[in-house]
């Protein structure tokens, strides 16, 4: 019983199924308990090319661990380095939307400072508008008052050529009177 457990034991170990391995111990129980004849050297060189095939399973189960092992270690380094750009993106990423969120502001501002600006044109351009009606009335003042004075001024003359008119007149008549009265006086002497 001994070393029907120790077969088994052993053939788990060979990574043999448990189903398998106790199939395999009660081939070799019953191989044993019967008479050791040629049945049991054929059923000893079947267990033998299956133990054969069993061990050339397990060392091709074993390139295939190993070449999994390796394709695992390649795939966990590409991964890391995947991981790794992806943590460079990221940053260059955030850095780039850092940026951007400047730039959002300073555009606000700018677009603010412009609005101010735009505002403030717009008042300039009222107050411009509101100096531009008092330069037109004063201009129609000016030119009324022009029109005005030129009258005076015409009317003036007139009344200057009337008055150097009306001077040598009465220059003329006060010789006149001069004259005649001198005459009178000079008379009422002779006489």
Do not use: C
């Amino acid at each position: 019983m001994m070393s029907t457990h120790k077969a088994f034991k052993a053939l788990q170990q060979a990574g043999i199924d448990d189903q398998q391995a106790e199939a395999m111990v009660e081939v070799f129980t019953d191989m044993q308990q019967r008479q050791p004849g040629a049945q049991v050297g054929k059923q000893l060189g079947q267990i033998q090319t299956k133990a054969n095939h069993i061990d050339v399973r397990i060392g091709q189960l074993q390139t295939k661990a190993e070449q999994t092992d390796e394709r695992l270690g390649k795939l966990t380094t590409k991964v890391d380095q995947i991981d790794d750009q992806l943590g460079k993106l990221t940053t260059k990423v955030d850095q780039i939307d850092e940026r951007l969120g400047h730039l959002t502001i300073k555009v606000n501002q700018i677009d603010e400072r412009l609005g101010h600006v735009e505002r403030k044109t717009d008042k300039l351009a009222i107050r411009f508008n509101h100096l531009e009606i008092k330069v037109d009335k004063m201009e129609a003042m000016l030119s009324e008052m022009n029109f005005r004075l030129t009258g005076a001024v015409d009317s003036l003359r007139n009344d200057v050529v009337t008055l150097s008119t009306d001077m040598r007149w009465i220059k003329r008549l006060s010789i006149l009177m001069t004259t005649t009265l001198l005459a009178a006086v000079l008379k009422d002497i002779l006489l």
